[in-house]
DNA sequence: TAGCTATATAGCCAAATGGTGATATATGGA
DNA sequence: TCCATATATCACCATTTGGCTATATAGCTA
């Protein structure tokens, strides 16, 4: 789990790589279409693709002869878990939010 | 506001420097404790503390002849704010929730 | 002041990273 | 079948990273 901490992290210590989830975040797209906003070549496109998709931020589909790329969340939610641990360091509120939270009957979580 | 969040990924994409954090959430903490669990050299450990310290997710101190770190939380929540954006991808229930919370009238944020 | 402790810095090295141009591969269409 | 399009992979290069040992610096104590 160490290790996916490590490639998640460093996959989005990129702002090329977090700029292309942002993109994918508006919906599917091909290698072409991310990499357009960037003044850089399609084989370095191809590695920050590969680096995101070996951290499980993203996943690869085929149509036709593209390669279109989606969104994988949970590689998100794996970091957002981490974080969360520290939460109560900057938001001093949390732990009683959380505690009313769980008191609460109004919310589902379907 | 990219370079911090460079800096920030990039500090916690390392397995020490995530150990670091865990141990200064116990609380402030010397060089010499902070090395102490790990095989790596002295040096090797105020490498990855100035790492920490330059994304601004620790400080400095001086205590006599030692420096105390402790954590500093706002980068962590600088981070844990970017990584909010994408929320909605894994958790169904948050647009609701947040709904729901921003008619709450029984928490406060104080 | 001399020496001990805590930590930082310097100089070095190997491996990883991020970029390039050239080329290979896969799919669909003429 | 031949070509165009979309993308991946290869070979290379410069820079960064993470480790080391050796040494410097700062504060305490005798």
Redesign the pocket.
Known sequence: MDDKLDAIF?AL??P?RRAILARLATGKA????LADPF??????I??????LEQAGLIR?G?E?????RVLEPAALKTIADWIADYRRFWDQSFDRLDDYLSKVQGYEND
Chains 1, 2 share one sequence.
């Open positions: 460093s210590a990129d090329t091909t290698v072409a279409e003044e850089l070549s399609q084989p370095a191809s590695k920050h693709l590969k680096v690869s085929r036709a002869n593209a390669r279109p």
